[in-house]
């Protein structure tokens, strides 16, 4: 059964260098377990999207959680679905817009078309706090 996860976690000073070498450990080990989905970075916090099934899911969160670069890792969405809103992204970093009144309208427009209403407000809302 496929499920999604959204969780945020807080990370202060993380540069494009660790951001690059975390999207290397998902092209590598996401694909081999078929975990897709997408990764922001708002310079203190982070917001995962992640689905695939239940155990796939829950041995790439683990490594996750164990990571030192990020703490306070806290699951905020738990759904089942049907089917994947990233299916062809191993794992996109959706950069967040500087301009605050350009942001959430640039961040709509590049989410996926079919994730869930209410993980695109969560997200929009992630993006919009800084
Ligand atoms: C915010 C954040 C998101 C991450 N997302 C993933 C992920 O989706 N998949 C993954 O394999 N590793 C992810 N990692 C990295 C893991 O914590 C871990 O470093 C990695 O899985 C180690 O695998 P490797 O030895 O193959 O590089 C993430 C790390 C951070 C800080």
Redesign the pocket.
């Known amino acids: 059964m496929l499920r999604q996860i959204v969780y945020i976690?807080t990370?202060a000073g993380i540069d494009s260098a660790a951001i690059a070498s975390?999207l290397?450990?998902?092209r590598?080990?996401?694909a081999e377990r078929a975990?897709t989905?997408l990764?922001l970075y708002n310079g203190r916090n982070?917001l995962?999207l992640?689905e695939g099934n239940v155990e796939d899911l829950s041995w790439?969160l683990h490594?996750?959680e164990?990571?030192p670069?990020?703490n306070g890792v806290s699951i905020i969405e738990d759904i089942a679905v049907e089917e994947r809103a990233c299916p062809d992204w191993l794992?996109r970093h959706i950069r967040i817009a500087d301009d605050v009144s350009a942001r959430r309208d640039a961040l709509d427009a590049e989410l996926p078309q079919d994730i869930d209403p209410s993980l695109r407000r969560i997200i929009l809302n992630f993006a919009s706090l800084n």
Do not use: K, T, W, Y
């Open positions: 976690s990370a975390i290397e450990s998902c590598r080990n996401n975990v989905g990764l982070f995962q992640l790439v490594r996750i164990a990571d670069r990020h794992m």
